[in-house]
């Protein structure tokens, strides 16, 4: 077909067999004859509906993109507040063993020997609360930076996403892509069309 033709030359491939069974079926349908201009206008037409089939893959391929480094980023935080969060608790755990020894030290001279066995009793019992606020307080604390990240890897992709999305609609509708240019037609309708390069 001379439709096949003009594709090779404007695209510099062949027609795509969707794109010829598409063009068939409309030929068919709308009882097109093969020399009929109106072949040629399908194809800007299928070269429009090849845009809008390759939006969806490129806006997912964006938004991967942008939730693998949003995960590359969270990731290193995360890991950095574990480390932050076992530094922690080896110093209080250091602290609490220096306090403890010289609590027993002047608690075992305060009251002599018989006193030891209550004394070391209490002064565990004492050390455990102590490890188990400090480590709430610690878990807390990175919990609520975790849930920051989240929120943040949330936003930020949504954002990049609408934002891809806003501009080619908008390009689309506004008929300002590049090549593109708004004619009338001789009854006063308003077109929008793109030369093929």
Request: charged share 25%; aromatic share 6%.
């Amino acid at each position: 077909m001379e439709i096949e033709n003009h594709w090779q030359e404007i695209f510099g491939e062949a027609m795509p067999p969707e794109v010829l069974t598409r063009v068939l079926k409309i030929q068919k349908v709308m009882n097109i004859k093969d020399d009929d201009a109106l072949l040629e206008i399908l194809i800007p037409l299928e070269f429009y509906q090849r845009l809008h089939e390759q939006i969806p893959a490129s806006m997912r391929a964006e938004c991967e993109a942008v939730t693998r480094q949003v995960k590359e980023s969270s990731g290193a935080v995360i890991r950095s507040a574990a480390e932050e969060i076992d530094k922690t608790h080896a110093t209080a755990k250091t602290e609490i063993e220096a306090l403890t020894a010289r609590t027993k030290q002047e608690i075992a001279k305060a009251l002599g020997q018989a006193m030891t066995g209550a004394v070391d009793k209490a002064i565990a019992q004492i050390t455990e609360s102590v490890a188990v606020q400090a480590a709430k307080s610690q878990a807390r604390k990175w919990l609520s930076i975790g849930g920051g990240v989240i929120l943040l890897t949330i936003l930020l992709t949504g954002g990049v996403a609408w934002y891809y999305f806003s501009t080619k609609i908008g390009q689309i509708l506004s008929c300002n892509a590049p090549g593109e240019q708004i004619h009338a037609n001789a009854d006063g309708r308003r077109f929008c069309y793109r030369w093929l390069p």
